[in-house]
């Protein structure tokens, strides 16, 4: 049965032109209705609001002044298992409509946490968009909160709500501790907005921000948001095997025959620590892709001289890491009898 405190909280939000509340009160009040077992009734006004235009002029995603849409592509960077178990998660709860919809991903440059987010939007099959923090804040005194509620209110009028991924990509701009702001009445009073925003945003949305500079988030931003994930959780075993993976498809789509992953990961292991894996997913590419196709090891040689950081390679240095006379022969191109013959000298 429908409870008076709902029917004044649709009265209290229609009154107020409150889209938001208004849609998420009809939603509590039809999900009432299916727990009651009045099925027709409870997906007639979920009808009835899937079509509704409401108080809020809808968003035209295609002239806004704070988004960008990001084409979607098939690539992607594999993950460790327990940092692909939490994205996994996020699957399951979108998926579920739990109402669990704001996601912060937080990891140095290069774990992979915007790729991610394209791949999550491929998954769930939504379109995604990324705010330009840039058109956001603003010099003027004052400017830059209206402009954040300016955002959210883009942000709650999209048509197809349950169809939409929003990216906050590197919120640090906005989100930084209050405390060590260069301007801190300025930012306080943005930050407090994106506090006070977030819990009205429309539930049907995901919205999922990044940062590189978690620990200097404001820490009661980091609880308007249902789950953190850390990107940083990858160890040298894991970064080796991504490695290997970004190796094979490369080699793949540059159509390039010379495989070699003996060698290709003793070169590898010469970096210590690896880096992450947006930094060996353009390593290796260049190596490949700027290799000769006359010589099919050349990206090999290219990829050690790209570690090692010189241009003549030393036989004598190769041996003393640990490279046998034909994994030299591979890298200087001098042959296995001359390679034998002058380290013998």
């Known amino acids: 049965m429908m409870k008076k405190k709902s029917v004044i909280n649709l009265i209290k939000y229609y009154s107020e032109e409150n889209d938001i509340g208004f849609r998420n009160e009809a939603y509590e009040v039809a999900r009432a209705f299916d727990a009651a077992g009045d099925y027709q009734l409870a997906e007639y006004i979920m009808a009835l609001m899937s079509d509704a235009n409401t108080f809020v002029p809808q968003m035209d995603e295609n002239h806004s002044a704070f988004f960008e849409k990001v084409i979607i592509g098939n690539e992607s960077l594999p993950l460790p298992e327990v940092i692909e178990q939490d994205v996994l998660g996020v699957i399951n709860a979108v998926s579920r409509n739990l109402g669990i919809n704001k996601f912060l991903f937080q990891g140095a440059p290069g774990t992979g946490k915007t790729e991610t987010v394209k791949q999550l ?8 968009y990324m705010v330009d ?40 701009s906005i989100a930084l501790d209050r405390t060590n702001s260069n301007d801190l009445r300025e930012m306080g009073r943005a930050t407090s907005t994106v506090l006070k925003k977030l819990e009205q945003i429309d539930e049907r949305i ?20 249902d789950s953190v994930i850390d990107f940083n959780r990858y160890n040298q075993e894991d ?28 070169i590898m292991i010469l970096l210590n620590p690896l880096p992450y894996p947006g930094d060996l997913k353009n390593l290796i590419r260049s190596s490949i892709a700027f ?14 001289a790209s570690i090692s950081g010189e241009g003549t390679i030393s036989l004598k240095e190769l041996q003393e890491q640990g490279f046998t006379v034909r994994e030299i022969e591979i890298l200087t191109g001098v042959s296995k009898s001359q390679v034998a013959r002058e380290l013998k000298e």
């Open 121 to 128: 939007a491929r998954i769930l099959n939504r379109e995604l």
């Open 133 to 172: 923090f840039a058109s956001v804040i603003d010099s003027k005194l004052g400017q830059t909160p209206k402009n954040i509620s300016a955002l959210f209110t883009e942000i709650n009028a999209f048509v197809h709500p349950e169809k939409v991924i929003i990216l906050f990509d590197e919120i640090d």
């Open 206 to 225: 995901v919205l999922i921000a990044t940062t590189n500079l978690f620990k200097h988030f404001d820490k009661a931003l980091i609880r308007r948001f």
């Open 239 to 266: 970064l080796l095997e991504i490695a290997e993976l970004l190796l094979n498809n490369f080699l793949s789509q540059y159509k390039c025959t010379g495989k070699n992953v003996r060698l290709f990961r003793k």
């Open 291 to 304: 290799s000769s196709p006359s010589y099919e090891y050349d990206y090999l040689k290219r990829l050690y």
